[in-house]
C-alpha cells in the first residue's frame, strides 16, 4: 500500500498497484481472461492512458455465473448464517477503509475527479456495507402482517432467490458497485 496522502498527490505522482490487470476474480481466485483483448483505461481529464483491463468474454461470464450459483446452492456462502453475513460484510468495510488512499487515487484516474473529491469515496462505501450489516437482525425476525380484516396475517419471508448480475455505472465506481453488491449479499444471494 502506498503510504501518499491526498494532500500531496499530483495526478503525475499518483502510485496506485493495479494499472495493467490481466485477470478476473472469479470463485474465490484471480485467473486469467478466456478473452484475448484489453481495454486501455483513459483518465478524462488528461486524456491520458494510465492502465488496462481484461475485456471478460461469454466464457469469463459463464465462469463467473457457474461459481456464483456453486456458492449460493452448494458453496460456503450458502452455509453462512446471516449474523456470519453481517460479520463479512463488516471485515469487507474494514478492507476497504484500509485501502482508502488506492481506492481514492483509482477513482481519481477513472473518472477525472479530484482527489479532493474521491478522497471520502473509500468511507462512503465501508458505511454502505456496514449499514446493511446492520439490517441482519431483520432478517432473523418474522415481519408479519395482520390481514385488514383482522381475520388472519401474512408471513413476509426474506429468502434469497439466486445469482445476481450487476451493471455498476463508471461515474463514481466504488459506491455505486457496493450498493448493488451489499444489497443482495447480506441475505445469502451471491453477486
Not at 488512499?101 to 473518472?111: F, K, Y
Request: net charge negative.
Amino acid at each position: 500500500m502506498t503510504t501518499q496522502t491526498p494532500q500531496q498527490l499530483t495526478r503525475d505522482t499518483i502510485e496506485i498497484p493495479y494499472r495493467h490487470v490481466t485477470t478476473h476474480f472469479i470463485d474465490g481466485a484471480w485467473g486469467q481472461s478466456q478473452g484475448q483483448d484489453t481495454i486501455e483505461v483513459t483518465d478524462p481529464a488528461t486524456n491520458t492512458v494510465w492502465g488496462s483491463v481484461p475485456v471478460g468474454n461469454k466464457d469469463d461470464v459463464n465462469a463467473a455465473v457457474e461459481a456464483a450459483h456453486a456458492a449460493f446452492t452448494t458453496g460456503p456462502w450458502s452455509k453462512t448464517t446471516t449474523p456470519e453475513r453481517a460479520e463479512i460484510m463488516l471485515r469487507i468495510a474494514d478492507e476497504i477503509e484500509a485501502r482508502a488512499t488506492e481506492l481514492s487515487l483509482t477513482h481519481t484516474l477513472e473518472n477525472g475527479s479530484p482527489v479532493a473529491e474521491t478522497s471520502g469515496a473509500a468511507a462512503n462505501a465501508a458505511s454502505i456495507f456496514r449499514y446493511f450489516a446492520t439490517l441482519a437482525p431483520e432478517l432473523e425476525a418474522d415481519d408479519v402482517h395482520p390481514f385488514p380484516n383482522g381475520q388472519g396475517e401474512s408471513l413476509v419471508r426474506k429468502d434469497p432467490i439466486g445469482v445476481c448480475a450487476l451493471i455498476a455505472p463508471w461515474n463514481f465506481p466504488i459506491n455505486l458497485m457496493v450498493t448493488k453488491l451489499a444489497q443482495p449479499c447480506w441475505p445469502g444471494a451471491p453477486s
